[in-house]
């Protein structure tokens, strides 16, 4: 059963009504997507919180809205850059019997050999995208490190173990790979590489996928 999560229908768009909303401890939202026209909505800030704790950046939400329950996934959200808070949420309705294309995090497990023997692990790929039933979709895109050796890469070719996605990138890309440590000091002494995951989720970008 799906995570039950009660919205609120919202009528004013003004800025001084959206800070009122939050000052109350309501989130501004969107919910647009499968049979539903875009409808603005407010949602309690702490019952949103525990929803996402439970189900996950990309679990299946039963978002009811005045009386009407529809199956939303998170899309997209914006937050305070000082105060780290949600201030405002997009939701997508999806059709549950269809495939919608999304981003996926992917999370680097195990301690690598390579590291071991001094080499430095580089993470180039954060996200994926895939498409799949929203009901298939998993909260995130585990890939194990432990037998990466130095000067050897993990692609998305070694992606193992995860049924009914299709996931949208060439099967060479680089997810993980192990630099010998001569190799860093040279790129630590020219320009930095960036190697931090992103700070947050914000501009991703859920949409259905083109039928056949």
Same mark, same amino acid.
Do not use: C, W
């Given at each position: 059963m799906n995570a039950l999560l009660h919205a609120t229908e919202r009528k004013g768009s003004r800025k001084s009504d959206l800070s009122n909303l939050r000052k109350l401890g309501n989130i501004p939202a969107v919910v647009y997507g499968s049979n539903l026209a875009n409808k603005s909505v407010y949602i309690n800030e702490s019952d949103l919180i525990k929803t996402m704790r439970d189900v996950g950046r990309n679990g299946i939400i039963a978002?009811?809205?005045?009386?009407?329950?529809?199956? %939303?996934? !998170? /899309?997209?959200? *914006?937050?305070?850059?000082?105060?780290?808070?949600?201030?405002?949420?997009?939701?997508?309705?999806?059709?549950?019997s269809k495939e919608i294309t999304t981003e996926v995090r992917i999370v680097l497990i195990g301690e690598a050999a390579g590291v071991k023997d001094g080499g430095v692990l580089q993470q180039p790929l954060f996200e994926i995208s895939i498409t799949a039933k929203p009901a298939n979709i998993p909260p995130s895109i585990? %890939?194990? !490190? /432990?037998?990466? *050796?130095?000067?050897?890469?993990?692609?998305?070719?070694?992606i193992k173990n995860y049924e009914n996605i299709h996931i949208n990138h060439e099967s060479d890309e680089v997810i993980a790979s192990i630099l010998p440590p001569k190799q860093e000091e040279e790129i630590n002494s020219g320009e930095k590489q960036e190697s931090d995951p992103p700070e947050n989720e914000e501009g991703r970008e859920t949409k259905p996928s083109e039928e056949s």
């Amino acid at each position: 059963m799906n995570a039950l999560l009660h919205a609120t229908e919202r009528k004013g768009s003004r800025k001084s009504d959206l800070s009122n909303l939050r000052k109350l401890g309501n989130i501004p939202a969107v919910v647009y997507g499968s049979n539903l026209a875009n409808k603005s909505v407010y949602i309690n800030e702490s019952d949103l919180i525990k929803t996402m704790r439970d189900v996950g950046r990309n679990g299946i939400i039963a978002l009811e809205i005045d009386g009407d329950k529809h199956n %939303v996934i !998170v /899309t997209d959200y *914006q937050s305070d850059p000082i105060k780290r808070e949600i201030i405002h949420i997009d939701f997508l309705a999806v059709d549950m019997s269809k495939e919608i294309t999304t981003e996926v995090r992917i999370v680097l497990i195990g301690e690598a050999a390579g590291v071991k023997d001094g080499g430095v692990l580089q993470q180039p790929l954060f996200e994926i995208s895939i498409t799949a039933k929203p009901a298939n979709i998993p909260p995130s895109i585990e %890939v194990d !490190v /432990t037998n990466l *050796q130095v000067n050897e890469v993990l692609t998305i070719a070694d992606i193992k173990n995860y049924e009914n996605i299709h996931i949208n990138h060439e099967s060479d890309e680089v997810i993980a790979s192990i630099l010998p440590p001569k190799q860093e000091e040279e790129i630590n002494s020219g320009e930095k590489q960036e190697s931090d995951p992103p700070e947050n989720e914000e501009g991703r970008e859920t949409k259905p996928s083109e039928e056949s």
